[in-house]
């Protein structure tokens, strides 16, 4: 077991699992279990309030209350794919160039395809999953007013209960910040509004980004230090990253430069942490132990949070031909996600240990998207510890997901600098990189001159260090690169050679069962 907070996971999601529908049908809040227990019933000691707090973390890793079991909170289809972070890598990984999955599943290559509709069933579970989250942080947050906590507790578990607040705002921040970058104008939904079925409003993408701002603004000070709080919780370095990507993508959200904001946030994070030496050790199952470099990260754990989403699909997912799935440390591969030919192209392969593809039996170029020897595996993630020892299962992994860390915030800062913002130099942005580099060659032999920091090379080794960790298709549209000719890859568009799209795929479409089920709501332009 590597953290306290892992262990509430299970039991709490178990406990407060049925506070929402399985589906969202005008974002109906209220419980249709007959056995729900209200919150006076439900929090009953200190731990229990800490235990409903484990519930929200454990939202973005867990299918439902039974964790991997078919009790999903989104009913319909593989549980497993109705995972917060199994969706979000759909929507952020397999629409670009860095993963193409060989499945058949649903409509699940309308990603690559990039032929997305309204009536997507992937792209309507992550929005479901979006509000579910969503719901369950607003339960929480109306059960923990002051009015309503329970008279045995001390001056302390009342201190204690003002961080878990703040701290299920700032998720809740993160997932109107995803909704925001996947979807643009969306409901906003807090515990002010009634629990029962109503029809939220539709708020423009900059009142969603005002709120995102405001809500951060207004906790910052009740969360924990940098690197205080307890491992797999998060704290005031995870605010000011949210609030440097979100800054970062201004312009794309909102029509505002918001650079220099985003130079002024990564100055913060900077004197916190410090590169791991190891890039490889940074997705190992003992990772946790990485708190020098990773900011936050979604807690996994083999034994108690197991889950078919998170890690445990992006280790699976991604081995099968002639790749030993024991030299992952798990029992199976699953032969779906492999890499294109233009993405394994940005990579020195020979000498960068950020290029970490398994070739042998692997053909480069992908003909049939549907066989899975064509095309490189990266196998990245593992759920081998650094000593070599595996796991604590060999089914599900222990190997946590990383949300925010160090070497981001240098590529925000260096490209923030590039893009014009103030309070920065192309000086100490040359030399963010190059401890990127120099950390992934060995040596000195990859780092770069200032002459050679451009917006170019940005994209690439931003492609390079952070793959497959949910932010490629963000980073493509904030430089032009996603839906039109700009940069074609094998299969954009549907086509082997790849073509250009329409724009309007830039964002993520409101599902229809939304649209027929609130009259507030308005199609997303161009579906």
């Not at 003909?367 to 299962?393: A, C, H, P, R, W």
């Amino acid at each position: 077991m590597k953290t306290n907070i892992k262990k509430y996971i299970l039991m709490a999601a178990v406990a407060l699992g049925s506070t929402l529908t399985s589906c969202v049908d005008d974002l109906d809040t209220t419980p249709i279990d007959p056995n729900y227990k209200s919150g006076d019933k439900i929090y009953v000691s200190a731990e229990s309030y800490k235990q409903g707090l484990s519930k929200l973390y454990g939202s973005f890793v867990l299918a439902g209350q039974e964790g991997a079991g078919d009790n999903a909170d989104i009913a319909g289809g593989d549980p497993g794919s109705t995972v917060y972070t199994r969706l979000l890598f759909y929507c952020q990984e397999l629409s670009t160039d860095a993963a193409i999955a060989a499945w058949n599943d649903g409509d699940i290559k309308e990603f690559h395809n990039q032929k997305w509709t309204a009536g997507n069933g992937f792209v309507g579970n992550m929005y479901t999953r979006l509000y579910l989250t969503i719901g369950f942080i607003n339960q929480y947050l109306r059960d923990t007013e002051p009015g309503k906590l329970i008279s045995s507790l001390t001056s302390k578990d009342l201190k204690n209960i003002e961080q878990y607040r703040a701290e299920a705002r700032l998720l809740r921040a993160m997932v109107y910040y995803n909704a925001l970058d996947l979807f643009g104008s969306v409901p906003i939904l807090t515990e002010a509004d009634p629990v029962g079925k109503f029809k939220p409003e539709q708020k423009t993408r900059k009142e969603v980004f005002t709120f995102v701002e405001t809500e951060v603004n207004d906790i910052e000070n009740l969360l924990a230090e940098p690197g205080s709080n307890e491992y797999g919780r998060i704290d005031k370095g995870a605010a000011w990253a949210l609030m440097a990507r979100m800054y970062l993508n201004a312009e794309v959200y909102i029509n505002e430069a918001k650079y220099t904001e985003c130079i002024d946030y990564c100055k913060k994070i900077m004197p916190f942490y410090s590169l791991n030496d190891s890039y490889e050790e940074l997705f190992m199952a003992d990772n946790h132990l990485r708190t020098n470099e990773m900011i936050f990260a979604f807690a996994c754990d083999g034994l108690n949070s197991q889950t078919y989403g998170a890690t445990t699909y992006l280790i699976h997912a991604a081995i099968g031909g002639d790749y030993v799935p024991a030299n992952a440390g798990i029992n199976g591969g699953w032969g779906g996600n492999r890499v294109t030919s233009a993405f394994v192209n940005k990579f020195d392969q020979n000498n960068d240990k950020r290029a970490m593809f398994f070739t042998e039996g692997q053909s480069l170029e992908i003909d049939q998207i549907g066989e899975f020897t064509e095309g490189y595996m990266l196998v990245k993630y593992t759920n081998k510890n650094s000593d070599g020892t595996n796991g604590s299962d060999d089914n599900f992994v222990d190997t946590d997901f990383p949300i925010f860390r160090l070497a981001d915030v240098y590529l925000m800062y260096a490209e923030s600098v590039l893009r014009g913002g103030n309070g920065g130099s192309i000086g100490e942005a040359t030399s963010y990189v190059n401890q990127l580099r120099t950390r992934a060659y060995g040596n000195t032999s990859g780092n770069i001159t200032e002459a050679d920091l451009t917006l170019d090379f940005i994209i690439d080794e931003r492609a390079r260090e952070l793959s497959w960790e949910c932010m490629r298709r963000t980073d493509l549209i904030r430089f032009g690169q996603f839906s039109n000719s700009k940069y074609l890859w094998p299969w954009k568009g549907g086509l082997k050679d790849g073509k250009s799209v329409d724009s309007h795929y830039n964002l993520y479409p409101i599902p229809l069962s939304e649209l027929n089920s609130n009259s507030n709501l308005t199609p997303t332009p161009g579906y």
